[in-house]
């Protein structure tokens, strides 16, 4: 079994992100060798970046970050959930990355994003530039979700199609067999 942790990217009051990450949650789910859990940064509720040394030092002084970097070092790969904001991430997520460093360090990352025309594709990209400064391993597949608010019923809820599961399920295997693969180099 490999641990993947799911990271919800929205705190935003009405925010949609719960309904992606939870959705992605429950198919990662179903595969057999993936543990999965979904982090929730709405109740992680960490201060801004609030260290007095950069990440990179591994010397932390506060209970929250003690707590956020043992729930991330013990994960073999993770699933960002990101809105876009501004052509970008969330605040919030890059908040709870720049919290870390080695936490993060030679585990794959794959991403669910969501917005407009983009479906969230322009926030995927500088996430794929922080990933290499945090050695992580950011993966091709991806799912977005562009306009997602045309395909919202009279409850708020989005309608998820066959195709993003199967898009989902494709991000899946790949992610699990590079954690899988990571998981062995780390150890060795
Ligand atoms: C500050 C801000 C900036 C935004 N900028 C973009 C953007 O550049 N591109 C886009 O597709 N959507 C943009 N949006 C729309 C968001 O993608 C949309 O509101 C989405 O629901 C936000 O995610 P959340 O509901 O999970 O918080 C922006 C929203 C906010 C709040």
Partial sequence: MI???????????????????TWITDIAKKHQDIEVELIDLQELNLPFYNEPQPAMMGNYQHDHTKKWAKMIAEADGFIFVTPEYNHSYS????????????????????FVSYGSVAGGARAVEHLRGIAGELRMF???????????????????????TEQESESANTMLVELSTWAKKLKTARES
Avoid: C, H, M, T
């Avoid at 641990?3 to 990450?21: E, L, T, W, Y």
């Avoid at 605040?91 to 360090?105: G, H, K």
């Fill in 91 to 110: 605040p919030v997520l890059a908040n709870a990355i720049s919290y870390l460093n080695v936490e993060w360090n030679y585990k794959p990352v794959s």
């Fill in 3 to 21: 641990k993947i942790k799911v990271i919800a990217g929205s705190v935003r009051p009405g925010r949609f992100n719960i309904q992606p990450a």
């Fill in 138 to 160: 950011d993966l091709r597949d991806q799912v977005l979700f562009p306009n997602y608010y045309f395909n919202l019923d009279e409850n708020g809820k989005y309608k998820f």
